[in-house]
């Protein structure tokens, strides 16, 4: 059967759709609208606007003959979504002579929706300990500093920079610096930040960033500060910028990963290290946290697939990948482990899983359909891919993207599928197919917020006090980890008091 003409008209003149589900009362839906239709202007400046168009509805004319409409509509089953929520649409029906690089910029510039008020007020109840440290650290304790902040572009962050500015330091004042991971509202993030005139720059320009933040920070009197999570500063500020150093006053790390970094500066580093990633306020709280942020994310990404009693393996029995297992274990999956350190591997036999001496005997016996890497370094290599017996999906909660040697897969593979959202698939010669999720990338971040806000808000207020205080001045860190004072500062400040009266038994 042929399509009638004006069915195929149609069906070529939809090029491309874009939709930012938000949520807003009526005001602030219309605001949307017309924010939207400014930011289109400073892309396109010649933009005219079609007539007799609904109130909430947009038709634009763009230069080179672009038509687009945009629209800002209530859900139709407002039983079925959460509170006053709204989709801005775009549809551009014709996209004249504009290429497909245009579109898909015209596309970020709709995506880049700052988060309304209501959104706001939702997201600061989420995070009260981070919020509260103005009131209990006191609206100077920052007033000298400029941090440069590597945190994930994820909610719980415009909370963290809301509180920065109530401590005294305001969005001029900071650098933050996007790892460039696909996080569910990246997007929306990213135009907050920007909007609120806040330095953003990506992290492979971390060189550049340092350079153009330590020099902003010495026209504003104010001594640079890093806060990081995954190592990403102070390698290259040490590397690229030896005599900038005296300047930053310390760092702040929140994962292991950036402790791991700085190994190679054993005995050298010049600044002292508030390590949050090695306290034991993070060990308590945040390993599981992860571990289930992971496995829920697994979960939403194949909805339909079946794990109860099928084979899961985890690589690496460390802080995270205990949490992991037991997780799966949980949702009664048969889980082994491997480590490579005895120690870990006879721990995770002690504990009731299945282990083996050695990897690829392990994924050979055991025949996992899930096998997750935890090792923050790379565990599964082109050797392991032959040992695979059935499809299987790889996930990884490591940061980047260094689980999986994937160019040793892609080697090994007789055909590479991109699977879409849920990553690539890589069809080996002896049978499997191996999917690995988000492209190796760690797996609660990908089109995800990780943790809940009310987790992270812990996290983020210890590294807001890691900051202030290595900001005041006598602190008595030394350069170098300062592992047991930074023990000693997160739990003197009062947070873990806190987190317990919101969350523990007395909880009004
Ligand atoms: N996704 C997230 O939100 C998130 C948050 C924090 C950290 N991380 C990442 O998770 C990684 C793991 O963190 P952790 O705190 O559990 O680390 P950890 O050091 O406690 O555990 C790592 C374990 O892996 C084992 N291991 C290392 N290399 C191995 C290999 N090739 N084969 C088998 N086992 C190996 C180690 O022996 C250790 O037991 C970090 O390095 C970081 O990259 C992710």
């Keep these: 059967m042929t399509a009638s003409p004006a069915l195929e008209a149609a069906a070529t003149a939809v090029v491309r759709s874009a939709a930012v ?26 933009v005219r606007f079609g007539v007799g168009c609904a109130a ?51 596309v970020r510039v709709v995506e880049a929706q700052p988060f309304t008020g209501l959104e706001l007020g939702e997201l600061r109840r989420q995070l009260p300990l981070t919020l509260g440290l103005p009131r209990r650290l006191g609206r100077e304790a920052l007033a000298g500093a400029a941090p440069l902040l590597t945190i994930h572009h994820m909610t719980d962050f415009l909370a963290m920079v809301e509180a920065l500015g109530g401590l005294g330091a305001p969005a001029e004042a900071l650098t933050v610096v996007d790892k460039g991971y696909p996080y569910r509202l990246s997007a929306r993030v ?62 702040v790390e929140q994962t292991m990963s950036g402790i791991f970094k700085l190994e190679r500066f054993a005995g050298r580093l010049p600044m002292p290290v508030f390590s949050v990633a090695e306290s034991r306020l993070k060990a308590t709280v945040e390993c599981y946290g992860i571990a289930d942020a992971a496995a829920r994310n697994i979960l939403s990404l194949l909805p339909h697939e079946k794990f109860e009693g099928q084979a899961a393996l985890v690589i690496g029995f460390g802080r995270i990948g205990e949490q992991i297992a037991e997780v799966l274990r ?11 350190q005895m120690v870990r591997l006879v721990g995770a036999h002690e504990r009731g899983f299945t282990t083996a001496p050695s990897l690829p005997r392990l994924l050979a016996a055991h025949r996992p359909m899930l096998v997750v890497g935890s090792t923050g370094r790379t565990s599964v290599r082109g050797e392991h891919a032959r040992a695979l017996r059935r499809d299987c999906y790889l996930v990884s909660v490591t940061s980047r993207n260094h689980e999986f040697a994937l160019d040793e897969l892609a080697d090994e593979a007789r055909r590479i599928v991109d699977v879409g959202l849920l990553g690539t698939r890589y069809d080996l010669p002896h049978g499997p197919a ?22 992270a808000d812990l996290i983020l207020a210890s590294l807001l006090v890691g900051a202030c205080a290595l900001a005041r001045p006598g602190h008595g860190f030394t350069p170098g980890h300062n592992v047991a004072r930074t023990d000693q500062v997160l739990e003197t400040s009062g947070l873990l008091e806190g987190y317990y009266r919101l969350y523990g038994p ?3």
Excluded at 27 to 42: D, K, Y
Excluded at 227 to 251: E, I, N, Q
Excluded at 434 to 455: C, M, Q, R
Aim: hydrophobic fraction near 50%.
């Design 21 to 46: 589900p938000f949520r807003a009362s009526p005001a602030e839906a219309a605001a949307v609208l017309a924010e939207t239709v400014a930011r289109i202007e400073r892309l396109f400046p010649a």
């Design 56 to 106: 909430q509805v947009r038709q634009l004319a763009l230069p080179g003959g672009v038509r687009v409409t945009l629209a800002v509509t209530a859900v139709t089953d407002p039983a079925a979504h959460p509170v006053a929520a709204h989709t801005l649409t775009l549809l551009v029906t014709d996209p004249g002579g504009l290429d497909p690089a245009g579109v898909a910029e015209l």
């Design 190 to 251: 990213d135009a907050h930040l920007r909007r609120a005139g806040v330095a953003v720059w990506p992290w492979a320009a971390m060189g550049d960033a340092l350079a153009d933040h330590a020099d902003r920070a010495a026209r504003l009197g104010r001594r640079p500060l890093l806060v990081d999570d995954g190592g990403y500063a102070l390698p290259v500020l040490l590397d690229r910028h030896p005599g900038l150093v005296s300047r930053f006053a310390g760092l």
């Design 330 to 340: 949980a949702r009664r999956m048969r889980v082994a482990v491997f480590d490579r």
């Design 434 to 455: 191996v999917t690995v999720l988000g492209d190796g990338y760690p797996i609660n971040f990908h089109h995800a917020e990780s943790l809940p806000n009310k987790y």
């Design 506 to 508: 007395d909880r009004q």
